[in-house]
C-alpha cells in the first residue's frame, strides 16, 4: 500500500486520464491563470460486496494513508451501499467507495460476477497499485452487455475493475466561477454533455451540497470477443455550502449521489 496520500491521488490521476481525456479540457475551461492547478473534491471507485474486493478493501488502502471513515449511504433501487472517507488534512480530497450488493442481485449476475472474482489473484488487492489496477478477469463484450440489462453498475465494474470512476472538481475554490449554474453554462459552451438525471444540479443549498457532472466519455476497452468502445470515467463538479455552525458540509446526499451514478450510462 502507499505511505503517500499524494503520490496515491497522482496515480490515480494519470490511471483516470488514460480514459477520460476531457478531463484535460475542463482543466483548461475552470482553471485561471493564476491557480492552474484546480482542487479536487472527492473521488469515487466502485466494487462488489465480495468479501475478497467489498469495499473495506479498497478503504484499506485509504486508511493507510490517514483517511477515515465518515458516513454511509444505502442506495435501494441500485442495489448499492458506500462509505465516505475524509483524510486528516482537510485539503486532501474526500474518498466516496460503493459497492454492489450482488446477493441482492440475479442469480445469473451473480454467477457472473463470482466467476470474475475468482479470477482475482488475493495478493494483487493489497498492492500498491490495487486502487488504479483496472480489471483482474477475461470478460465478453456479450457478457458486458448482459450485466447491463440488469445494472449499469456492474457493467461498468466488469468492463473497467478498480480505478478512480470520477474525480471532482471543487467550485468553492475556483477563482473564475461562483455558482454551479455558471460552471454548467461554460462547460455546456464548450461542447460538454452533462448528466441530466434528476436534472442538471443534483441537490440544493438547503441540503448544502450542489453537484453535476459532465456524461462519461468513450474509451476502448478490449473485451474477451473484441474491441468495444463503451463509457469510461466522468467529471463532477461540487458546490459545498456552510452548515448552521459556520464549518463547511462534507458529507454527501445520497439523492444526489443516486444520479450522479447514472453518469455512465450506456447512451
Ligand atoms: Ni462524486
Known sequence: MHNNVDSLFEKLWNNYLEVTPSAVKVHELLGSTQQDDVINDH???????????????????????????????????????????????????????SELLVEKCSEELQAIVNALVEQIDENVVTADNFLYSGTHWQVSHETYTQLLAESEYAAWMAAWGYRANHFTVSINHLSNFETIESVNQALKDAGFELNASGGEIKGSPEVLLEQSSTLADHHTVGFSDGEFSIPSCFYEFALRYNKPDGEIYTGFVAASADKIFESTNAR
Not at 465480495?50 to 458516513?71: D, M, N, Q, R, S
Not at 435501494?76 to 483524510?87: I, Q, R
Open 43 to 97: 473521488i469515487a471507485l466502485r466494487t462488489f460486496n465480495h468479501e475478497k474486493i467489498g469495499l473495506e478493501k479498497l478503504a484499506a488502502h485509504f486508511k493507510a494513508v490517514g483517511y477515515t471513515e465518515c458516513g454511509e449511504y444505502h442506495f435501494e433501487a441500485k442495489k448499492l451501499y458506500a462509505k465516505h472517507y475524509e483524510h486528516s488534512d482537510p485539503t486532501k480530497p474526500k474518498v466516496f467507495i
